[in-house]
């Protein structure tokens, strides 16, 4: 039940396309989903969050949807560019207390030029 | 702009041995956790500290992992004897008490262990 799934693995997609990257919890007692961006030799960055009281979040050229009764979230990256390439990982989170904050396995974006 | 320095940023080891890993927080972040990340995974909690205590440390194998926090800034994860499986980057994280419970966790930039 705390597992979050993530999907697909990796992705390939053209400058200016649009990524989307899915994840999926059993757990309905999360209340915060993040996803991260990490580059290679680097930690996780925030790149974007959103609670389930809404259903899409957007900033910028990411948005988040999410469907509570799915219980999946879902991230949107519109126009890709190369400097876009690096693992994402959504997490979902419950309170303070890391025991609660789990992260998807990751997916690896590559933008091709 | 502030960041999670860590230290070293590679560690070969040989299995058996003992490493230590250092970690210092962003100023004034209360809350660190230490992490480990299996290649092709996403980052695993193994600890947390409010200030100078463990919170959840669950996750942590404590035959041979230990953390400590001794003054609530930086903090020491050290692991003794070193197992070929605990080959995987360490990372720690910290955060701030923000308005709500959604407070977002600053990443360094880990530390690569290879145990041969």
């Known amino acids: 039940q705390q597992q979050v799934k993530q999907s697909p693995q990796s992705l390939i997609v053209q400058k200016g396309g649009i990524s989307i990257i899915n994840c999926a919890y059993e757990?309905?007692?999360?209340?915060?989903f993040p996803w991260y961006q990490q580059f290679p030799g680097k930690g996780p960055a925030l790149l974007i969050a959103?609670?389930?009281?809404?259903s899409e979040k957007k900033e910028g050229r990411f948005t988040i949807s999410f469907n509570k009764s799915a219980k999946q979230f879902s991230l949107h990256i519109m126009d890709s560019q190369p400097g876009d390439s690096a693992t994402y990982f959504c997490?979902?989170?419950?309170?303070?207390?890391?025991?609660?904050?789990?992260f998807g396995p990751g997916t690896r974006l590559s933008v091709l030029p | 702009e502030a960041e999670v320095a860590q230290s070293p940023r590679y560690k070969i080891t040989e299995k058996s041995q003992a490493v230590a890993f250092w970690c210092d927080p962003i100023?004034?972040?209360?809350?660190l956790y230490w992490y480990r990340q299996i290649l092709g995974q996403g980052p695993e909690l193994l600890v947390q500290?409010?200030?100078?205590?463990?919170?959840?440390d669950s996750q942590l194998p404590k035959d041979r992992f230990s953390a400590e926090r001794l003054k609530g800034v930086d903090s020491t994860l050290k692991i003794q004897p070193a197992e070929l499986g605990d080959s995987a980057m360490y990372l720690c994280?910290?955060?701030?008490?923000?308005?709500?419970?959604?407070?977002?966790?600053?990443f360094g930039p880990g530390t690569r262990l290879t145990v041969l």
């Open positions: 100023s004034g972040h209360a809350t």
């Open positions: 500290f409010q200030d100078e205590s463990v919170v959840d």
């Open positions: 997490a979902a989170k419950r309170g303070n207390y890391g025991q609660n904050f789990v």
């Open positions: 757990n309905t007692a999360f209340d915060y």
């Open positions: 994280a910290s955060s701030s008490p923000g308005t709500d419970d959604y407070n977002e966790q600053f």
């Open positions: 959103i609670r389930p009281d809404v």
